[in-house]
Structures are given as structure tokens and as C-alpha cells.
């Protein structure tokens, strides 16, 4: 991955490559591996991740998603549930996350706020862009909640969604492993890592990392992804403090 000047003189500096970040982390994250619920141990190490990153200076959104809780498409699929209502269920999923993540923050001294595509007014804000921006620019990591509030939509497209409305530098995509690969790592040993990659290569080879109207959206805005795993210590951190890690995503 190649960093531009500024951001390179920005991290020989100590401060962060990036002003305004959106993470997007899968509900898995919350428990151990084929796990399900959410561990205790396991959303301490996240939230202390984000505080890391938070603490560089830099403006830190996440996404959360809801797997852990729910899985809506599993649940169309096997044809009792609509679809639009199982991802509606899923949604709701999210907001535990979120919340749960809020609370770990909060109590090791990170400011934080949810806030939900999806009126649930006793539990968290509604999402407003003006607000969501001011609660940034006062050093408070945002949670972003429910999705985009719509059925149809993964996480993935809310991140991208997020990222564009909140003029995020770069989209984080917080993963089990070390970036992008041309093929599955854990069936195919022979499989390459990318260093960078360029949208239309990531699109025309169906690699999969985010579905198409994330990627899509990310392309058009020219907002880069990086895909990392997040699992090991402190890697959010560099990231964004403009350190090498995992698979970049841009437009050229």
C-alpha cells in the first residue's frame, strides 16, 4: 500500500494519516470463534481497539453488524420469515451490538453515541448527519446502528453509506483475516494476498470482500477500503495512524 505525502509526513508526526474514519465491524467480532451472543472478553478487546484509535486524534465512526444475534438471511432462506422482516429482526440485532459496545466504551473512558437508522428513541439517537458529524468533531466514537434502515441492504452497504454522508477518508473493513485473497486462504493454501487493488479488478473478480453496492458506492465517492484483520493488537490503531496493513482498495 503507498501513502500519499501528506499522510506520510501526518504519521512521522504521531498524529493520524486520517481526519474522519468509518470502521465497519462484523457481529462476529462480538463472540469467539462459531460462537454466538456476545463475550465478554471478546468486546472488551474491541472497544480498548477502538479507544486506541480514537485516542490518536483521528474522528472514529463504526458500523456493527448483527450476525452474532441474528442472521435475517438465514432465516428468509429457510422460507418462514419474509425476507424484509427477517432483515428488519437483523437490524434489531445490530443494536444490541452497538449498544454493548457503547457501554464498554463509555467504561473505560471513551465517549461514545449510538445512533440508529431506525427510530428506537429510548435507546438511542435517531441517525442525523449534522449530528452524527458534531458528536465526531467533539471526539465521541459514533456508532452507527440498524443498518441503513431499509431490508435488502447488508451492513457492508451501510458502511459505505456512512462513510460517504459522514465525508469519511477511508473505510475500514475489520476482518478475520489479513486482507484481500484471489481465492479462499483457508481452502487453498497456493492463495495470493493483494497489497492494493483497484475497484474494477475487485469487482470484475468477484472477490467478494463487501457486496457490489458497497463497493460501488466507495468507488464513486472515491473513498478507499482497507481490509485487515482486526484480531490482532493494535492494528485498528495503525491503520489509522497510516501503518501497512492488509489489502487496499482504490480507485487508481
Known amino acids: 500500500m503507498t501513502q500519499s505525502t501528506d499522510q506520510n509526513q501526518q504519521t512521522q508526526a504521531g ?7 468509518l470502521l ?13 451472543g456476545i ?45 424484509a422482516t427477517a432483515d428488519q429482526m437483523g437490524m434489531l440485532g445490530t443494536v444490541i ?14 465517549p461514545a453515541r449510538v445512533l440508529s437508522a431506525i427510530n428506537l428513541s429510548a435507546v438511542a439517537e435517531t441517525f442525523i448527519r449534522g449530528r452524527a458529524s458534531r458528536h465526531l468533531e467533539k471526539g465521541r466514537v459514533v456508532i452507527f446502528v440498524a443498518g441503513t434502515g431499509n431490508p435488502f441492504f447488508t451492513t457492508d452497504s451501510a458502511a459505505s453509506l456512512r462513510a460517504a454522508e459522514i465525508n469519511a477518508d477511508v473505510l475500514l473493513k475489520a476482518t478475520k483475516v489479513d486482507g484481500i485473497y484471489d481465492k479462499d486462504p483457508n481452502k487453498y493454501p497456493d492463495a495470493v494476498r493483494f497489497d492494493t487493488l483497484l475497484f474494477k479488478d475487485a469487482i ?16 464513486k465517492r472515491g473513498i478507499p477500503i ?24 482504490m480507485v487508481e
Open 97 to 110: 451490538n452497538g449498544l454493548a459496545l457503547k457501554e464498554t466504551l463509555e467504561k473505560i473512558g471513551q
Open 204 to 219: 470484475d473478480r468477484d472477490l467478494q470482500v463487501m457486496d457490489l453496492t458497497a463497493f460501488d458506492m466507495c468507488r
Open 39 to 83: 463475550d465478554g472478553p471478546e468486546l472488551d478487546v474491541i472497544a480498548k481497539e477502538i479507544a486506541a484509535a480514537a485516542g490518536l486524534g483521528t474522528e472514529l465512526a463504526v458500523v456493527v453488524g448483527g450476525g452474532n444475534i441474528i442472521r435475517g438471511a438465514t432465516l428468509a432462506s429457510e422460507g418462514s420469515i419474509a425476507q
Open 226 to 249: 482497507i481490509v485487515f484483520d482486526m484480531k490482532e493488537p493494535g492494528h485498528i490503531a495503525e491503520v489509522v495512524s497510516g501503518k501497512t496493513h492488509g489489502t487496499r482498495v
Open 24 to 36: 465497519k465491524i462484523s457481529g462476529e467480532a462480538f463472540c469467539k470463534p462459531g460462537g454466538f
Open 15 to 21: 498524529k493520524p494519516a486520517y481526519k474522519r474514519v
